[in-house]
């Protein structure tokens, strides 16, 4: 059915779907934070995963979640919370940083949040979709790097890949929402993004300085 092993209890999304529900980034949700009680115990098993994020819930009702990645903690991530507002069917996910909100819209699943909130990125424009394609993986420097073209820019459609360049297993993530919403903030406009395979990736700014990040969430394992 998968090519996901995970063990039981843990569901595994992909969100940011492309149109024909091919790709999306991997997403762990473990559905019972409890049953990893601590940060050391959490972050054992987000490295044991493998997943770009793996997010533990802690109050399913509240919607209050922890984020980890399989070498560190992350105060915000965007793919995470538009798979787990989607698999949960929340308006409201809780974060230390500020509360998330959601909403569904017919096969999108949309989060609203602050580009403050999310953690640095260096947005680097080059001058062709192909080029950034033919970038390889990861390119050369340290830091998280968003790389990015217009195919078409007067459509607001967007050639990207995402590239961590943390020392972990990670070299390259296939659909990155928090780097989304960094790059429609700094362009102050709606994008409609292609990263990695073929992911997708819709923004939206706000005149009150928030940004929309939507796109479709499958279920690849319920565990």
């Known amino acids: 059915m998968s090519d996901y092993d995970v063990p039981r209890g843990i569901d595994v999304l992909r969100v940011f779907c492309g149109p024909d529900g091919r790709h999306g980034n991997a997403l762990g949700v473990v559905r019972d934070g409890s049953s990893h009680p601590d940060d050391a115990s959490r972050q054992l098993l987000a490295r044991r995963l493998g997943f770009s994020e793996t997010v533990f819930v802690d109050d399913p009702e509240r ?10 903690r992350l105060p915000f991530a965007g793919h995470p919370l538009v798979g787990t507002a989607w698999l949960l069917d929340l308006e409201v996910l809780e974060l230390a940083v500020g509360d998330v909100f959601a909403r569904q819209d017919g096969e999108f699943t949309w989060i609203t949040a602050r ?5 640095p990125r260096t947005l680097q424009q080059y001058a062709s ?3 950034v394609e033919a ?3 990861p390119p050369p420097g340290e830091g998280w790097l968003y790389a990015w073209a ?3 820019e007067a459509a607001g459609r967007v050639r990207a890949r995402a590239f961590p360049r943390r020392g972990d297993a990670i070299v390259e993530d296939e659909a990155t929402g928090a780097a989304a919403l960094l790059l429609s903030a700094h362009l102050g406009r709606a994008l409609n993004i292609t990263q990695g395979r073929g992911s997708q990736i819709l923004t939206a700014p706000a005149p009150d300085g928030t940004v929309e990040v939507g796109g479709r969430v499958l279920m690849a394992v319920r565990g």
């Open 115 to 119: 580009p403050e909130w999310v953690p």
């Open 135 to 137: 970038l390889p993986g």
């Open 63 to 72: 919607g209050r979640v922890d984020i980890h990645t399989p070498g560190l």
């Open 129 to 131: 979709a192909a080029e």
């Open 150 to 152: 217009w195919e078409d």
